[in-house]
Structure formats: structure tokens, C-alpha cells
């Protein structure tokens, strides 16, 4: 027995001594200097004194891959020798899926690749990495710790050693610490691990080793301190503080209960965020961030370039047609995500993030659920990890850390200590269960949420073309130019000067009459007129992405499309089925509405996602801590995203309360207020949409005079046109009249829609599931529309949210169709389902190639793309636009500066380096021939021209 158990001893330990040594290879520093220091060759990945290296790692992990697998398949035959279906060290399903299609894609991406040899090989090394990582999965909690340990002491004492011996070789340039490594940003990261593997051991160990433990502490906060890497110090403290919640969570809960351990928790958490916030406000501008910001704008150009399948794995930075930028120099993204999206784009995207998300799960589950030294420090290390590959490009560089991330992510998470508590997210006490059932997955169910992701991700698959698409003369061009322009001066003016981001300058209110040349005062050069979750969003998407479309659209984009996936949830949870859900959700992605309004970011998603909580809420009597903070949240952003979803908070508040409360067979009720236990989740919701409310008043008041928003509101209400286009006032037959020819109009909404429309609200109120969500959303749509009469006889946009009431009424109606081809009439229900998608797919085609995206896209796009191209040549002082052009935030947005309608009696106005634009179409009287057809630069529906040429 004990010669048994020495060998199985033995055999582990060359399992864990051998993990580490690939570890330490996949650090790439040790074998890069061996290349360049000892064997004088360049250092390159092909170089014979480096990949060798690289390819033994590989299949070093091969090896144990195969070893490890005749264990699992012997673990597996004694599991079912003894009746045991569960086996302790299996590896989570989904991470196996997500980590072989990142491979799988890296391998394939040689089809396409800028360097197809270079990612042949480097990929190949990459599945041995996923093989080492599926290993590491399979290790117990000690081996792991023990590997993880000696592949940092070896880093850091090597590093140590060549620094004090060899100073010209481990000190850089810089005179920070780089070891046996080729920058300090790459010894940093390891020091921190040394020193979170340090402190493990220096818990649990006793006598000379737990000297050793501190030592390697020392050592490694040593190493960091000389490498001077802000991003490892910034890791290393998010590690430390983000797994002790856990533990204080762990200590409350034993000492003083539930009432105190979660208020504990969430107050540490609430801090903690507060105070990374804090430090990164503070760093922002700082020169190493603010640089890899600028380079993150330029790859992302890149990125645009090849969307959808990438550059090609671990090959852009070979080809020097590429990197012609000073910053693109550096060979690297400096941020893992925006690396996967360079080489392998959403292809590798989607996986990258499957394997980062449930590596930050399992781990955080782990230490939650079953807290340990090793738990502990496995846990911070995916933190550590995590932050570390927020301004760093670990995924590159045949690197440990994402083989370290694969490893967290393969590892199962462990059952809760509790058997009364599932084992399953979706099967928790806060899920709803009467329509996902604890058995997991029906095919019918599975089947019918994969055809929801399609159809959303089919829609953004339609939109990403359009990333980059010009600001012009439309809806999408004004509103987006706004909150382009109000983030650009949140972060050019400071949140102060720029109002929280309702500051639009160079662009102001046409309205209050500010002639050229002089000062506009501050209420016309700032917009806070709608709930301002949007702008929030914008700012901290331009923020992270730059100043640029993309940054402008790719949340909204997301938002949209998240649409679909809030409208099946609503419908589902209200008990309709899939079919009718599936029919309702195609046909309104297939109408011009949702084509042209849902990707602006100004829709109805929050609205739909909260009513759908609410709608749940209704049926579960007690919710978990998180569940109620997670709808809280909730209620809160959909109160900032619209006046219409604000107002609608209200009224889900009351079908809550009213739902929550005692049956009718117990009536009379005991009491008004629901009983204690079930008002929780109203308060969770009153809570939540009053601090959203009272952010939306802060900010308005904050940028906006009282007397200013009142007058602003009295305007929306009144039948008055007063806008650069016409001046008139119109009755309410002509105002029903324009609502119908806006929804008739280039199939905003089509044939089929319009003659449903009666049918299907009359269905969706006649239903008991669909009446009160038909209301609400019928309720707000109808207040704009024909409570701000001004605004909607403008906009089209202001029809858009009636596109919600409308397709829950089709999910009732085609219910309806449904029940009632019963018997051999049942027959026609797949026919008739048929007919009913084609006629929905052909509509969508048809508004997206079709005069729908000619219309309001295409073609009012072709004057910001005009001035995209003049704007890094001419610099006016003030922009000029004829008639037909309106509300022109687009222009201030490429060429910064103020914008003038121009009329003839302004003509002496214009200097000679200002740019006028004239709509062909509508050019004015007042502008000579010679000036229209002598422009600066033209296109087929507009002109713009130099103010000289105005001259006679």
C-alpha cells in the first residue's frame, strides 16, 4: 500500500514539475533571451533557438492530455462499476466547447491569414496549450497551487539573480526590472502571481517552509516594485480585494447572520467599485493608458476592416503594410480582447469571451461556495489575470496566462455545501421554472431560445455593415452626431464643464436665434432633454473605443438587437408559445421601424426587459438578494432610458403591487399592502426606478433652467411647427393623416402590418396573459405620439415604440390562429407558419436592400461622407446649410464648428473659408449657377461649397 501510494506520489509530482516547466517556457522570456543573449540570434517566434522550445511546451501538454485522458476514461469505468454517475474532476462542457472553437478558429483562420505559414504553426502550438490547459483542469486544488507556485518562484528568483548579476541584461533601458525577461511588463505580472501564490502558502504552511512561503513573498513584491508596472500593482490589489468579499461574506455569515453578511458584502463591493472608478479617472489621462488608447482607436480601424473573420491569428503585427503608425509599431493591441477581434474577429470573439466569463465564474464560484487556500488563490488568480489582459495582449505570445484563463475555465464548479440548494443557475429558487424547467434542456425549448439568438444575431449581422456608416441628413445622423458630440466634450471639457455630457458645442439651438459671430449663450449649447442613459453609455464608449462611429454605434447596435431577446422573454413568461412567440419577434424585426430606429439606441429594449421581470415577478413569492438588486438595477436604467419607458416604470409598479397582493378567493385582503415577504420584489422595483428618476431630474436640472424644460415640454404639446423646414399649425386631421403617411411610407411598416394592426391590439387586449403588457407599452407609445403632437409630426422616430404594443399583440393573435386549427385543421398550422416567415424574411430583405435603407440611410449618409473627406483639409470657422437640410449636429461633429442655416439676407456673412452645403434637390434661388456648378467637392444629392465662390 505504501509503495502504491509513493509511486502515485511520484507520478504526481512529475505531472505538477512538468505543468510548471511548460508554464515557464509559455512565459516566453527565459527561451527569448537564451536566443538573443547566449546564442546571439534575433529572438524571433521562428527562430531555432525559440520555437523548438515552444513546440516541446506543446507536446509536453499533448502528452499529459493523453495521460490524463486514460485516467479519465479508468475514473470513468470505476464511477460506473460502483453506480456513481457524477465524477468530481470532470471539466465544464461549455468551456470545452468554448476553448475548441477558439482553436479551431485559430487553426482555420490560416484560409485567410496575412501570414498563412506564421498562423499555421503558432496555432498548432495553441491546441497543445488547450491540451495543457484541459490537464491543469484535471488536477486536484494542491497540484495546481503547487504548479502555479513553481512557475512563479522560478520566474522571479531567475529574475532576481540576472538582475543582480547581470544588471545590463536585467534592468531595461528604462531602469525598471525586467529579469530574464524582455520588458518589465512581462515580470510585473508574474511578481504578482508570485506574491498571491506566496500568501497562500504562508497560511497553511508550517515551520522552514512557511519561511519560505514569505520569502517568495518578499521576493516577488520586490520584483514588482522594480518592475514599476502600474497595471500588475492595480491587478494585484482588484485580486486581493475582490476574493476577501467572499471570505468577509463567509466570516459575517458565521458571526452575525444573513441580515448582516450581504449588507456587508454589497457595501464592500459598492466601495470597492467606487474606488476602482476612482483610480481610473484619475489615470485616464495618464500618459501609458492614454496612449494605449490611441492605439486601440487605430486597431480598431483595423478590426473594421475584417469584422467578421479577423486578420488572421498571431500575424498582424508580421506585415509591415499594416503597421505603418508609430504606435502600431509595438507589436501588440495592449488589450487581449481587442487582440482576438484583430486576428480572428467575432469568430474568435465569441469564444474568447465564453472562456473569460466562465473562468471569472467557476473560480468566483469556487471560492464562494467552497472556500480554501487553494480556492482562494485560484480565484485570484483569474482576477488577477483579468485585469492584467484589460491593457496587455496575454492572449498573444504563446502565453501562460491564457493558458492559466482555459484552465479556470475547463474546471467544474463545485456543488453547493447545502443539498437543498441546486446545482444549476437555471434551476435556482429566482429562475423562473414554470416556463425553463429544472430538467435542462428540452429540445423543443432549447430549439425555440437558439432560433431567438439567430434572429438577433441575424439583425446585427445586417447592422455591422453599417458600423462606420457616414453621419448625415436623417434621424440616425442627428441623434447620433449629438452623442458623439456630447462625448467628445465630456471628456475633452471634464464632467463639470461639460455638464455631465449635455454640453454639444461647437453645434447650438438654432432656436435661440444666435447670429454669426457671436457668443451663443450656455442653455444653446447644451441638450438635456430626454432621460440620459444614452449619453452615459456614448461616453463611456467613446471612452474605450475612441472618438469615432463605431464607438458611437456598437452599444446601441447591441441594444437593439437585444431587443428580440427581451420580446421573447416578455411573450414567454406570459405563458404564449414558442411558434407565436418565434412568428411576432420575426415580424417585427422584418418591418423599416426596427431596421432604421432600433440600432439608434433610442428603442424600447430596457422597457421590454423590465416589464418582462415584472411580469415574473408576479409569479415567484420570494426572491434572493441578488435577484433583487439584479431588478432594481433594472428598473433603474430603463427610468434613464426614455420619457416613455420612465413613465411606464410607474405603471409596472402598480400591475406589481395589484399582482403581488392576496388572491380573490381570499378576499377581502388582510391588509392593503402585500404581505411580508412578497413586497420585497416592489420594493426592489419602486427603489430602483426612483433613483433612475431622480438621476434623470439631477442631470436635467443640472445642464437645464426649470423655466426652460416647462416652456421646452408646453412647446412638444402644442400643434405649432416651428423648425427650419416649415413654419405652420395643423389640425388633428391633418396630424392623423401625416402619423399614416410616416407608417405607409417605404414599408416602415408593411401592407401585412398595417391590416393586422387593428386585429392584433384587439387580440393582445383580449387576452388575460397579453392585456396589461399590451397597455402599458400602448399607453406610452400613444402619449408621445398623441400627447407631443409637435414632436411626432416632425419625427418618424416618435412612431417607432408603437412597434411594441403591436407585436405582443401578434404573438396573441397568431395564439389565437393557433388554438383555433385544432382537429384536421391542425394541418394548416406549419403551412400557414411557413408562409408567414417567408413573408416576414422577404420583407426584411426588401427593407434592406431595398429604397427603406436608400431612404432614410443610404442617401442622407452621402453628406457626412462628403464632409468626411474634407474635414482634414479645411477647418472653417462656421459650417452653412441651404434648405432641406436640418438640425446638422453631424456637420459639427467632423468639422467642429458652429452650424447657420443660410438665408439670403446672411449671404454677406459667410467668409470666404467657410463650406457651404446645398441639397441639389432644393438649392435656393439666391445662389448663383456658377457657384452650384463650380463645388468644392459634389456628390449625386449634395454640393458643398467654399464661401468664396458665393462671391459675384
Known amino acids: 500500500m505504501s509503495l502504491t501510494r509513493g509511486c502515485a506520489d511520484r507520478v504526481a509530482a512529475l505531472r505538477v514539475v512538468t505543468v510548471a516547466a511548460a508554464l515557464v517556457v509559455f512565459t516566453n522570456g527565459p527561451i527569448l533571451l537564451l536566443s538573443r543573449s547566449v546564442f546571439d540570434r534575433s529572438g524571433r517566434w521562428e527562430d531555432l533557438a525559440v520555437w523548438p522550445w515552444l513546440a516541446a511546451a506543446a507536446v509536453a501538454g ?12 479508468c475514473d470513468s469505468l470505476v464511477a460506473e462499476f460502483n453506480g456513481d454517475s457524477r465524477q468530481s474532476s470532470d471539466v465544464d462542457e461549455l468551456a470545452v466547447v468554448g476553448v475548441v472553437w477558439f482553436t479551431l478558429a485559430a487553426l482555420v483562420s490560416t484560409l485567410w491569414s496575412v501570414d498563412a505559414s506564421a498562423t499555421l504553426w503558432r496555432s498548432c502550438i495553441y491546441a497543445g496549450m488547450a491540451l495543457l490547459a484541459w490537464t491543469m483542469a484535471r488536477f486536484g486544488d494542491r497540484e495546481i497551487s503547487t504548479a502555479i507556485t513553481v512557475m512563479a518562484a522560478m520566474a522571479v528568483a531567475a529574475s532576481l539573480i540576472l538582475i543582480a548579476a547581470r544588471p545590463d541584461l536585467g534592468i531595461a533601458a528604462s ?11 512581462s515580470l510585473a505580472p508574474l511578481a504578482g502571481i508570485g506574491a498571491l501564490a506566496g500568501l497562500r502558502w504562508s497560511l497553511t504552511l508550517q515551520g522552514w517552509w512557511r519561511f519560505g512561503a514569505v520569502g517568495l513573498v ?5 520584483a514588482l516594485i522594480g518592475a514599476g508596472s502600474r497595471t500588475a500593482w492595480m491587478a494585484f490589489v482588484a485580486a486581493l480585494v475582490v476574493t476577501s468579499l467572499p471570505l468577509i461574506h463567509r466570516w459575517a455569515l458565521r458571526r452575525n447572520g444573513r441580515n448582516v453578511a450581504m449588507p456587508l458584502v454589497a457595501a ?10 476612482a483610480v481610473v479617472v484619475w489615470a485616464w489621462n495618464e500618459p501609458t493608458f492614454s ?7 487605430l486597431v480598431w480601424d483595423r478590426i473594421l476592416e475584417r469584422p467578421l473573420a479577423g486578420h488572421g491569428f498571431f500575424t498582424f503585427w508580421n506585415i509591415e503594410e499594416l503597421t505603418q503608425h508609430v504606435l502600431l509599431r509595438r507589436g501588440s493591441a495592449h488589450n487581449s480582447l481587442v487582440e482576438v477581434a484583430l486576428g480572428l474577429g467575432l469568430l474568435g470573439v465569441v469564444p474568447f469571451m465564453v472562456v473569460v466569463v466562465l473562468a471569472a465564474r467557476n473560480a468566483g464560484l469556487a471560492l464562494w461556495r467552497k472556500p480554501s487556500p487553494d480556492a482562494w488563490l485560484w480565484a485570484a488568480l483569474v482576477a488577477f489575470l483579468l485585469v492584467e489582459n484589460l491593457t496587455e495582449s496575454f492572449v498573444l505570445w504563446f502565453s501562460y496566462s491564457w493558458v492559466l484563463l482555459m484552465a479556470a475555465a475547463l474546471r467544474p464548479v463545485p456543488e453547493p455545501a447545502s443539498s437543498l440548494r441546486p446545482s444549476r443557475w437555471w434551476q435556482s429558487r429566482w429562475w423562473p421554472s414554470r416556463w425553463w424547467p429544472s430538467r435542462w434542456p428540452p429540445t423543443r425549448l432549447r430549439s425555440g431560445w437558439v432560433v431567438v439568438a439567430v434572429i438577433s444575431l441575424a439583425v446585427l449581422v445586417l447592422w455591422l455593415p453599417d458600423l462606420n456608416l457616414p453621419l448625415g441628413n436623417s434621424d440616425d445622423g442627428r441623434i447620433l452626431a449629438r452623442f458623439g458630440l456630447q462625448g467628445r466634450n465630456f471628456w475633452d471639457l471634464g464632467a463639470l464643464q461639460s455638464s455631465f455630457g449635455a454640453v454639444m458645442q461647437p453645434f447650438f439651438d438654432p432656436e435661440y436665434g444666435v447670429m454669426p459671430g457671436a457668443d451663443p449663450p450656455t442653455a444653446a449649447v447644451t441638450y438635456a432633454h430626454h432621460p440620459p442613459l444614452q449619453i452615459f453609455i456614448t461616453i463611456a464608449s467613446v471612452g474605450l473605443l475612441g472618438d469615432n462611429l463605431a464607438a458611437l454605434r456598437v452599444v446601441a447596435f447591441a441594444m437593439g438587437a437585444a431587443t428580440v431577446v427581451f420580446m421573447a422573454l416578455l411573450l414567454r413568461v406570459r405563458g404564449l408559445n414558442w411558434g407565436p412567440t418565434l412568428l411576432a419577434v420575426t415580424a417585427m424585426v422584418s418591418t423599416g421601424f426596427f431596421y432604421v430606429y432600433a440600432r439608434i439606441g433610442v428603442g424600447f429594449s430596457l422597457l421590454l426587459a423590465l416589464l418582462a421581470a415584472v411580469a415574473w415577478l408576479r409569479t415567484r413569492p420570494r426572491l434572493g438578494a441578488g435577484a433583487l438588486v439584479g431588478v432594481g438595477a433594472l428598473a433603474a436604467m430603463a427610468a434613464m432610458q426614455s420619457w416613455i419607458a420612465l413613465a411606464s416604470v410607474a405603471l409596472m409598479i402598480v400591475w406589481l403591487f395589484f399582482g403581488l397582493r392576496q388572491p380573490r378567493s381570499l378576499w377581502p385582503p388582510k391588509g392593503f399592502w402585500p404581505p411580508k ?33 416647462t416652456e421646452r415640454t408646453a412647446f412638444r404639446f402644442g400643434s405649432d411647427v416651428s423648425t427650419a423646414i416649415e413654419q405652420r399649425q395643423f389640425s388633428f386631421g391633418e396630424f392623423l393623416s401625416r402619423q399614416w403617411q410616416f407608417a405607409s411610407h417605404e414599408q416602415m411598416a408593411p401592407l401585412w402590418l398595417r391590416i393586422l394592426l387593428a386585429p392584433a391590439l384587439a387580440a393582445g387586449l383580449l387576452d388575460r396573459r397579453t392585456r396589461v403588457p399590451v397597455l402599458i407599452t400602448l399607453a406610452g ?6 400627447g407631443l403632437q409637435q414632436g411626432a409630426w416632425v419625427h418618424r422616430l416618435w412612431n417607432f415604440p408603437w412597434l411594441a404594443p403591436v407585436t405582443i399583440g401578434l404573438a396573441a393573435l397568431f395564439d389565437a390562429i393557433r388554438r383555433a386549427l385544432r382537429g384536421p385543421a391542425a394541418r394548416l398550422r406549419l403551412p400557414a407558419a411557413a408562409v408567414a416567415v417567408v413573408v416576414a424574411a422577404g420583407t426584411l430583405v426588401s427593407v434592406a436592400t431595398g429604397e427603406t435603407r436608400d431612404f432614410y440611410l443610404t442617401d442622407p449618409a452621402e453628406a457626412g461622407e462628403l464632409l468626411e473627406q474634407l474635414r482634414e483639409s479645411h477647418t472653417p470657422e462656421i459650417f452653412w446649410h441651404t434648405p432641406g437640410i436640418s438640425t446638422a449636429r453631424w456637420a459639427s461633429y467632423y468639422l467642429d464648428a458652429p452650424v447657420f442655416a443660410l438665408s439670403e439676407d446672411l449671404l454677406d456673412s459667410v467668409a470666404d473659408d467657410d463650406l457651404v452645403m446645398v441639397r441639389i434637390d432644393r438649392a435656393p434661388e439666391y445662389l448663383s449657377k456658377d457657384a452650384l456648378n463650380a463645388p468644392l467637392i459634389s456628390g449625386d444629392a449634395y454640393l458643398v461649397l ?7
Open 175 to 185: 531602469d525598471r526590472w525586467q529579469g530574464v525577461y524582455t520588458n518589465p511588463n
Open 291 to 297: 496612449q494605449r488608447r490611441d492605439i486601440w482607436r
Open 268 to 277: 464592500g463591493a459598492c466601495l470597492s467599485a467606487a474606488a476602482a472608478a
Open 677 to 709: 415577504g412578497e413586497s420585497k420584489a416592489l420594493v426592489a422595483v419602486c427603489v430602483g426606478g426612483a433613483v433612475g428618476a431622480l438621476i434623470t431630474a439631477a442631470w436635467l436640472l443640472n445642464a437645464t433652467d426649470f423655466a426652460e424644460l
Open 218 to 222: 518578499l521576493a516577488s513584491i520586490t
Open 781 to 786: 407609445a400613444a402619449a408621445l405620439t398623441f
Open 62 to 73: 499533448a502528452a499529459l492530455f493523453v495521460w490524463e485522458l486514460k485516467r479519465w476514461r
Open 946 to 952: 467654399k464661401g468664396a465662390a458665393l462671391r459675384p
